[in-house]
């Protein structure tokens, strides 16, 4: 009798044991995407991991079991998100840029990436959650430009702001003496994968370049009395002023398949620069008894104002290829239209042109 309580005891503890276990390890209902070396992948739930390999139960193939040597990554899918139409459309960093411009969407830290375009390479490193910070220039290094983005989320998912600042030096190309910048605040509507994007921003350039006027300080310069002197003249330099521009901004990015979105990134660039054009009278003193000249006088700068508008529309279609997690290309059929306005002593003259700027960047994640 004491035996068989002993083991109806020793049962009813194994039990409870177990009912303990299951509450305090409850079971891993997630799904997981599975990306081996080769680029292959499986969506599923793991139902164990030794070590040596992973047993994955996918709805395809059921049950499959996977040497953890042949793993590239492990990450958790966002049905509502990852998934469209049965398929496994994942968000990664790329999401975060168009062509161009980017959206209120942050780089995720450890995310950072780089690009090389036509004109130039990219780099852009996740300072925080919320916060990065890039760089990008041409293939000589100059100009250069510093690229700075704060993302603001909110409680709705699907609906982000964002501040985004460029900062550009013309490096070595005209001793520095160039720059400009760009400042902008963006909303972005919908999930990393179809969303679109409108900012406002402000753009202002000034490229350091003297006007090549020949002006020089009024007044009365001796010269040499047999040649006329104009070495010692004192020169005025003139540079040409800054162009001005608010800029509006739209663009999105929709999902076509696994590994293919249509990209639309277009500017509208309202430009203003106020010129002066500038003449100056040269007239010589001559000596009364010999008839030499003996003097160059300088007379004041007179100025006319020009002002000039334009307003450009930078169009920049495109197609988005995601081969694998860390790499996509993208092809732009990019082209600028525009009009500008030259207006100078009530005279008024405008130009219309436009010209194409095909671009094609290469994306990697590291």
């Known amino acids: ?182 400042h902008w605040a963006m909303a972005t509507y919908g999930d990393r994968k179809n969303n679109v994007t409108l900012s406002l921003g402000y753009a202002y350039l000034n490229t350091g370049i003297k006007t090549g006027e020949q002006m020089y300080e009024p007044g009365m310069y001796p010269i040499d009395q047999t040649y006329w002197d104009y070495s010692n003249l004192s020169p005025v330099n003139f540079k040409i002023p800054t162009t001005k521009a608010p800029i509006l901004g739209i663009a999105g990015i929709a999902s076509v398949g696994k590994k293919a979105s249509i990209i639309i990134d277009m500017m509208f660039v309202f430009g203003n620069r106020v010129e002066e054009f500038r003449s100056q009278s040269i007239t010589y003193a001559y000596d009364p008894l010999t008839g030499m000249t003996t003097h160059t006088i300088v007379g004041p700068i007179q100025s006319t104002t020009q002002t000039m508008n334009s307003v450009n529309a930078v169009i920049m279609p495109g197609m988005r290829f995601q081969k694998s997690e860390n790499t996509a290309f993208q092809v732009s059929l990019a082209g600028v239209i525009g009009k500008s306005t030259k207006e100078k002593s009530q005279e008024v003259n405008s130009t219309r042109y436009s010209f194409p700027v095909p671009m094609c960047t290469w994306f990697y994640k590291f």
Not at 105 to 131: C, D, M, Q, T, W
Not at 151 to 177: V, W
């Open 1 to 182: 009798m004491k035996k068989v309580f002993s083991l109806i005891v020793l049962f009813f503890v194994i039990f409870q044991w177990n009912d303990l276990s299951a509450q305090t390890n409850p079971a891993d209902t997630n799904l997981y995407r599975v990306l081996k070396f080769n680029n292959q992948e499986y969506i599923g739930k793991i139902i164990s991991d030794d070590g040596r390999e992973v047993l994955l139960e996918t709805n395809s193939l059921g049950k499959i079991y996977i040497p953890k040597a042949d793993i590239q990554s492990i990450s958790v899918v966002r049905p509502d998100l990852d998934i469209k139409n049965n398929e496994y459309r994942g968000t990664g960093v790329f999401t975060t840029r168009y062509q161009f411009s980017a959206n209120a969407f942050p780089i995720e830290k450890n995310e950072n990436y780089a690009l090389i375009n036509l004109y130039g390479p990219e780099v852009h490193f996740s300072v925080s959650n919320r916060f990065s910070v890039g760089v990008m220039a041409t293939w000589i290094a100059s100009p250069i430009v510093l690229a700075m983005k704060y993302t603001i989320p909110t409680r709705n998912e699907k609906l982000n702001f964002g501040l985004g600042t460029l900062l550009g030096s013309a490096g070595y190309l005209n001793q520095g003496r160039g720059y400009g910048g760009l």
